[in-house]
């Protein structure tokens, strides 16, 4: 076998406890060998249409149907067959071509059904964008060489943001994008102008000037950005204010 990530099922938005004991049970009777025998088995075992819509949406059944549009349309089918009493039989193909999700959709899916992509970090899509635009990746950033007070431009995913009481107002926010981590220090000022874009946005873009000591770099912000990945400012959660 080839080397895999495996990702556990409390990670499937949708798919509660009750509903992991159920499916952890039907496994118990060896492998599905089909589609069709997979939603037998998991709807047999009372895992209805919500949990497998659930488990499409996380990739679960794409060894069988890898277009998650058409697995989605193709488990459904299964599911009425087994409520009308149908045969079981192996999979048919979708009897409509339905579009094929482009790479940002499916990033964008995979954050909505699991939080995260095992496919590559979001950034990816926007890069080729951004670089035309000046913004450097986090690696160039923190490559050897760089000086403190760098005029520059990043940008990066909201993993967190921070505001330390002991800050005297200052608040943190850290991006993250394809290369690494970077912490943007945003004095009150600045924060109490750009709340709205710093708060409200998943994927921000910053201008400032870059930070350098003992190794450390940082960016202190001079302005923000808010971008748009498809939406994703709505899905890509951050751990806010700890």
Request: zero cysteines.
């Amino acid at each position: 076998l080839s080397p895999a990530v495996r990702m556990g099922l409390r990670y499937v938005r949708g798919l509660s406890t009750r509903a992991r004991e159920r499916l952890r049970r039907a496994r118990e009777g060896g492998r599905f060998h089909s589609l069709a025998e997979a939603v037998a088995r998991l709807s047999r075992a009372g895992l209805g249409e919500t949990e497998l819509r659930a488990l499409v949406a996380a990739g679960a059944f794409g060894s069988w149907v890898p277009e998650r549009r058409e697995a989605l349309w193709a488990v459904l089918g299964e599911l009425r067959l087994q409520r009308t009493g149908g045969p079981l039989a192996p999979p048919a193909p979708a009897p409509v071509r339905l579009p094929t999700m482009s790479a940002v959709e499916g990033t964008l899916a995979d954050h909505r059904a699991t939080g995260f992509t095992l496919h590559g970090h979001p950034m990816r899509h926007l890069r080729e964008w951004l670089a035309e635009r000046g913004v450097e990746t986090v690696g160039e950033l923190k490559a050897p060489g760089r000086r403190a007070g760098e005029r520059v431009r990043a940008a990066g995913v909201v993993i967190v943001r921070q505001r330390p009481q002991t800050a005297k107002g200052f608040v943190f926010v850290g991006l993250e994008d394809e290369t690494g981590r970077l912490d943007v220090i945003v004095n009150p000022k600045l924060h109490a102008t750009e709340r709205d874009i710093i708060d409200g946005s998943g994927l921000l873009a910053v201008a400032g000037r870059l930070g350098v000591e003992d190794g450390v770099v940082n960016v202190k912000a001079e302005r923000f950005y808010p971008l748009r990945l498809e939406d994703a400012g709505s899905i890509v959660s951050s751990h806010d204010y700890h």
